[in-house]
Every structure is written in structure tokens, then in C-alpha cells.
């Protein structure tokens, strides 16, 4: 089992559609999540960080974790056009380097 | 402006022929590493660095040398290409390795075609 797995899509949705995207991991010492945006041509940026279990929310963008299922998504809200992207999700156990996924696809259609 | 930069952005080679892709970045971070990112695979680490002289492997070191004498620098050295490191290279820093500062800045990526 790879220590995180990741469904690459791609995913094709309308405008204005909720998003999820979504990974499962296997280390349960790993307590540091992220989710990071990386657009056609450019490096990786961070878009959501989160600790431990619980959501967190930054407008249209909520990052949810939960440990007990080792389980992550991000949801996208009212998703536009330039949320085109591909998303990959990151992990770590803290003081370890980061285990990323191999990330998924999205195109949002106008 | 804060930033990782990259260097070359594009770069075709052939087999054997010694390489260098430049890394620096001007936010004084502490952190650095190199990962590649191929499709179906997606990022890997390379090596990564905690502070200047110290450098580690990652997932895929095989191939590649780094060095960091540097605070700025991190240069990722291809002694003898090959086909199979055709690949896109990434870059990035972060303040620290550790659970306050996970935020990695990339750079905008080196695509490597060996022939």
C-alpha cells in the first residue's frame, strides 16, 4: 500500500459546481496536512494547511482531516475557471520530509 | 519579491554530458530540497538540504549529486545524464523542516530532456 494515495483524475465539472478532492493515507504518525496548487507550467503553491483533525476554511477552499479514517479532502466551493488545476495533497509526522500525493486534475468548464 | 529561482527553465542535453540546474533563493530559508515530477509518479524528492553543508537523500537520489555551501544555493548536479532523468524539476525552500514551517516555496520548474 502506497503511504498516500491519491485519485488523479481528471475531474470535469460545470461552473459554479462543489468541488471535492480527496486522499487516504496510511502513516498514522503523519499530523500535518496540506494541500497544495500547482497550474499548468508552474511549480506547486500552498493553498491549505492544516494540523491534526478538524476542518479549516479560507473562502470558497475548506480542508477537512480525519485521522480515525487517515482520510483528507478539499472541497472547493462555487468553483470558477481558474481553479483549473491540478491539486495534490502533502503530509508529514513533523521534523520529516513531506509525502506528497500524485495529485488530481480538475477542470472547471465555464 | 520573495521567490525560488530555477535555472535553466528548458533544457535538452545528451547522454554523458555533465549537467548543472541552479537553484537560489532570497528568503533566507533554511530548508531546501529538489524533487521531479513525472506523470503517474508524481513528485519524488531528490535531496534535500536542512542548512548549509548538511544535504540528505530523498526517494530518488540515484544519479544526481547536490551540494550547499551556500545559505542561497542549492544546485542539483547530473554527473552523466541519462534518458530516465528526463523529468520536470522542481525546487523549493521553507524556513525550516519542522511542523510550523511546512510551507514549501517551488520554483517554476526545470524541464530536462536527455537524449
Known amino acids: 500500500q502506497k503511504e498516500v494515495e491519491q485519485d488523479p483524475g481528471p475531474l470535469s465539472v460545470p461552473e459554479g459546481a462543489i468541488v471535492s478532492l480527496n486522499c487516504t493515507y496510511s502513516n498514522s504518525a503523519f499530523q500535518y496536512f496540506m494541500w497544495y496548487r500547482q497550474y499548468s507550467r508552474k511549480g506547486p503553491e500552498l493553498l491549505m494547511y492544516t494540523y491534526s483533525s478538524g476542518n479549516k476554511e479560507d473562502g470558497r477552499f475548506t480542508a477537512q482531516v480525519d485521522k480515525s479514517s487517515k482520510y483528507i479532502s478539499l472541497f472547493i466551493r462555487d468553483s470558477q475557471p481558474s481553479d483549473s488545476a491540478t491539486y495534490l495533497c502533502?503530509?508529514?509526522?513533523?521534523?520529516?520530509?513531506?509525502?506528497f500525493g500524485k495529485g488530481t486534475r480538475l477542470s472547471v468548464i465555464a | 519579491e520573495a521567490q525560488v529561482t530555477q535555472n535553466p527553465r528548458y533544457l535538452i542535453t545528451v547522454t554523458g554530458k555533465k549537467l548543472t540546474v541552479t537553484c537560489s533563493q532570497n528568503?533566507?530559508?533554511?530548508?531546501m530540497s529538489w524533487y521531479r515530477q513525472d506523470p503517474g509518479l508524481g513528485l519524488r524528492q531528490i535531496y534535500y538540504?536542512?542548512?548549509?553543508?548538511?544535504?540528505d537523500k530523498g526517494d530518488v537520489p540515484e544519479g544526481y549529486k547536490v551540494s550547499r555551501k551556500e545559505k542561497r544555493n542549492f544546485p542539483l548536479i547530473l554527473e552523466s545524464p541519462s534518458p530516465n532523468q528526463t523529468s520536470l524539476y522542481f525546487c523549493?525552500?521553507?524556513?525550516?523542516?519542522?511542523?510550523?514551517?511546512?510551507?514549501?516555496?517551488f520554483g517554476s520548474g526545470t524541464q530536462l530532456s536527455v537524449l
Open positions: 538540504s536542512m542548512n548549509v553543508e548538511v544535504t
Open positions: 502533502a503530509m508529514s509526522a513533523g521534523n520529516t520530509p513531506l509525502v
Open positions: 528568503m533566507n530559508h533554511e530548508y
Open positions: 523549493a525552500s521553507s524556513l525550516s523542516q519542522g511542523p510550523l514551517n511546512e510551507k514549501l516555496f
